[in-house]
Structure formats: C-alpha cells, structure tokens
C-alpha cells in the first residue's frame, strides 16, 4: 500500500499506548509506529509497524452502528479462506474479538506494498498501462468467482441461492432504517428491483460486495492486482453481482466517485464496459450475460450505501474524513439507477 512513513496517527478514537501495549504481548518487545489510511469510508484502518512487522489493522467505527454493518470478523474469516488459494489476498495475521484495548474488535494483515487508484481514470499512466490495470481487474474478479466456496470452508458463509431477493431486502431494510430524508429516486428504484428480478439460476459463489478500482492494490510495476482488499461486504453470491458493481464505473461521472462516464475512452486507453466484460468471461467459469437489472441493483445498492455514509456523518462517527462531502451521491447514484431502467442511456 502505498503511503508516507508510518508516524503516530493523529486522529484516532483510541489510545494508541493500549495498542502498543497490546502488541508486545502478542509479540515481544518493540516499538510502534502508527499512521491512519486515508481514503476508507467503513472500517478505520492504520498501518502499523511494530518491531520487523509491517502491518495494517482494521476495526469497527466507535460509537452507534447499524446490526450486521461493519462485520470485520467476517473479512478476516474470508482472507484466511482465501490465502491458500491464487486469489490474491493479503495474509491475516490475528483476529482480536474483544472491546479493548481499543474500543472495538479489530484485526490485523499483513502490509503490501503496491499501488492504490482511487481515480478510475488512472491519471500519470500510458494508454497501454491503463488497459492492462482494467483487465488485471477483471482478471482477479474472475479468479475470485471460480473459487468453490464449500471447497475453502465457505460453505456457510451465507445463504446459498436466492442471493437478489436477499440482498434486496437487506439493502431496502436497511435504506428504511435510515433517519434521513428519503430521497424518491432510491424510491423508485426499491419498487422497480422486485419486479424485475430474473429467476434465480443457483449459480453462487464469493460475492466481494464491494469490488471496484479502489479497494485493489496493484503490482508496483506490473497491472496485476496482488490484493483485493475491504472484504466487508463478502458473503456467498451471484457472480454476476460483483460484475454488476464494476461496471458502476463506465455509468458514474468522475465527480460521482470518480467514475468515468463522459470521458474519452478510446484517448485514454481504457477498455469500453464491454471490452471489460469479454475479457472477463474469457478468463471466468461459464456464467449468465450482465443485465440491465444486475447494474441498476448495483446502483441501488451503492446509494444506500452512501445514506448510511450521510448517517454516519450526521452522527459524528463516520470513518471518513470526507464523509460529509461524499454523502449525497446517494441521490446521484440512484438517479443514473432511474436512467437506465428508463432507457435515458445505454448499459
């Protein structure tokens, strides 16, 4: 990951002393040097060196959370999972399930050095070095969805079959759950999804959830991802689910999170959706075509994502910096949901 040299954070919601304390007794003797990841809108995370480890530590938000958000004992079963597999995935290290030392349960990883684009129009990159980091994408994402979950241990990771009418439900109830004003594109888009769902073909696999440019670490060198990072979210799926979320970037403008609607393509080098999605049914095991409905879930999905961002923010504990800035793309996002059912543009 990249980052400047690890100092102690700033801005923390625990005492870091507890923390050094905590890891000496796990570890040995050593000193502690801690620095807070910017850029996350979940879990707080820090990379932490302590003695020869280099390290990054992730845990729950402090203070009110939504039921099941914020599941890190979840990520860190799923990257134990996924370690022996070519999945690439960084190595946990521990699992901490009690309040203290630090508020909240936490875990630690191991610490990759590589390269983070927040910015899916890769700016500083070639035209040729753009194409390979949106196929090293879909690559990985393909790598993820050929894993047999029960063959890993996953078997009960989540519900299998039926995974749209769940994540359906899960995301509308957590969407009336919010306190904040409702928004009528989410609306609309909550009524069109039931309606539109397609039968359920029972193909499941590792849905990530959450998998987009910005939670892959790349190769220092090379387009190859080397991490899939931010596993919150995971649970057993539908492939076509997590396709679905990245194809988000090809229909969100670069002020909506740093999409690329709008953008000239071919100039930069960057695939088309669908150069993306060939790609990745070449390199994954023989699944159903994206539909329309698969993105405009995907959609739906991300928005109320960003009501419990806007939440949060309200709230005082968003794990964000920019928490406040970001929270209205909850309207965005369903908006571009209400453009593609309406046909307003293609997909």
């Known amino acids: 990951m990249e980052g400047g040299q690890p100092t102690r954070a700033q801005q ?3 005492d870091p002393d507890a923390l050094e304390s905590f890891l000496r007794q796990r570890f040995g003797q050593g000193t502690m040097s801690l620095e807070r990841i910017s850029g996350g809108q979940s879990n707080p ?8 480890r280099r ?3 992730r845990k729950k938000p402090a203070g009110p959370i939504l039921p099941g958000a914020h599941a890190i004992d979840r990520e860190f079963r799923v990257l134990q999972a996924l370690e022996p597999t070519d999945v690439p995935v960084p190595s946990p290290i521990l699992f901490h399930h009690q309040d203290e030392p630090l508020g ?5 990883m191991e610490r990759l050095d590589g390269r983070v684009f927040h910015d899916c129009s890769l700016p500083g990159l070639s035209r040729e070095e753009r194409r390979g980091v949106y196929l090293g994408m879909a690559e990985a994402l393909a790598k993820l969805h050929a894993v047999r979950p029960d063959e890993i241990g996953l078997g009960d990771y989540g519900k299998p079959g039926n995974y749209f009418e769940r994540q359906i439900g899960r995301w509308t109830k957590q969407l009336r759950a919010s306190p904040s004003e409702r928004i009528n594109a989410l609306e609309i888009v909550a009524d069109w999804l039931p309606r539109n769902m397609p039968a359920d073909d029972g193909r499941v696999s590792i849905a990530h959830g959450d998998f987009r440019l910005g939670n892959l670490l790349f190769h220092a060198d090379r387009p190859e991802v080397i991490g899939i990072l931010d596993w919150e979210l995971s649970t057993l799926g539908h492939p076509l689910a997590d ?15 740093g999409g690329i609607l709008g953008l000239d393509l071919e100039a930069l080098g960057i695939p088309t959706q669908r ?5 990745y049914f070449a390199h994954a095991v023989s699944t159903a075509p994206l539909q329309r409905f698969h993105l405009v879930f995907s959609l739906f999905r991300f928005a109320v994502i960003f009501v419990g961002i806007a939440d949060r923010a309200r709230a005082g504990n968003a794990a964000g910096a920019d928490a406040a800035e970001v929270a209205p793309l909850a309207g965005r996002f369903a908006a571009r949901a209400v453009e593609i059912i309406e046909g307003a543009r293609p997909w």
Do not use: I, K, Q
């Open 45 to 52: 995370a820090y990379f932490v060196d302590f003695g020869g």
């Open 243 to 257: 396709l679905g979320f990245c194809s988000m970037t090809w229909h969100s403008s670069p002020e909506e999170y």
């Open 275 to 279: 150069e993306f999605l060939d790609h």
């Open 12 to 14: 923390l919601d625990f």
């Open 104 to 108: 909240t349960p936490f875990y630690l």
């Open 55 to 57: 390290m990054v530590l």
